[in-house]
């Protein structure tokens, strides 16, 4: 093993597997990730840990480990002194941010968070639903929950749950009062870890590579062979913004045409393409995006 180490954390539970994919994408392949708290990944020069993303922020800022992946409900919940290097858009459902909500069932009186004024609150998020009722100026009780929180909305007045598209709410027959912070997945670095020359330039790289996986997921790549009469009429059916890249070909009557695409247009613009004269078009998954 390298004598320079990176402490790396990343979480354990519901955003595991969506985070060894996104891993997997960058160009780092981690296993053991079901057997062990202390997954292998195939670089020496990082060691990962596998800890719960509530706990994440503490042990980053505490220098316990270097770097790690939380969320910024979590940073903020436990008020953790760490440098935020990225964003990083993806969850475990989406890639939309989640939300904690204030919710209430369906039946309840409740119309707005004033209305629980005296009332009882259940969450896992207190310190930060603490901060949401004081900024409200409402008087409530917040009360730890540890878990099937949706279940004691009916035992309490109100709770305040995580929720990333709603289903479970829903399945419960709750309703949506308030959004009392909207989150997204954070990659941190512990402060001093951060003025390591070796450590941040590492990370910094961990940061572009994971990034780059993240873009390319919404894309794709294209490649066809236009014939250069028709090459006027293909770029105009190709999206503005895009530069393609234009390459001959043995054929002098023929060029080759190559671009990256959002994925979610592929379906109309690839039977266009071919109405136009284009042949021979492929289209390919990315791996990363950087621009």
């Not at 100026?137 to 749950?161: H, Q």
């Not at 004269?277 to 950087?290: E, Q, R, W």
Request: include cysteine; glycine fraction near 6%.
């Amino acid at each position: 093993m390298s004598n320079q180490l990176l402490k790396l954390g990343i979480p354990a539970g519901s955003l595991l597997k969506a985070t060894i994919g996104l891993f997997d994408k960058a160009g780092f392949h981690i296993s053991d990730s079901q057997r062990s708290y202390l997954p292998r990944i195939d670089d020496e020069q990082i060691q990962l840990i596998m800890l719960r993303a509530q706990e994440m922020g503490r042990y980053v800022a505490d220098g316990v480990i270097d770097a790690g992946i939380t969320g910024y409900d979590w940073i903020m919940e436990n008020n953790c002194d760490v440098v935020d290097i990225c964003q990083l858009a993806y969850s475990k459902a989406t890639s939309n941010p989640a939300k904690w909500v204030l919710a209430v069932p369906c039946e309840s009186q409740v119309k707005t968070a004033k209305d629980l004024a005296g009332g009882i609150v259940a969450t896992e998020l207190v310190n930060v639903t603490k901060i949401y009722f004081t900024d409200q100026d409402v008087d409530v009780k917040v009360e730890f929950s540890w878990g099937a929180t949706e279940v004691k909305a009916r035992l309490v007045d109100a709770i305040v749950e995580l929720t990333e598209t709603g289903t479970s709410l829903r399945a419960n027959n709750l309703r949506i009062i308030d959004t009392v912070i909207t989150s997204t997945t954070r990659f941190i670095a512990n402060k001093q870890a951060w003025e390591d020359k070796f450590k941040r330039e590492k990370l910094e790289n961990i940061s572009i590579l994971l990034n780059a996986a993240i873009e390319a997921r919404s894309k794709v790549g294209l490649k066809m062979n236009i014939k250069k009469d028709n090459l006027e009429s293909i770029l105009k059916i190709l999206p503005a913004e895009k530069s393609p890249t234009i390459s001959s070909l043995a054929d002098a009557d023929f060029v080759a045409i190559e671009v990256i695409i959002e994925d979610k247009i592929e379906r109309t613009l690839v039977p266009a393409l071919k109405r136009a004269g284009a042949s021979g078009i492929i289209t390919y998954p990315l791996n990363k995006v950087l621009h």
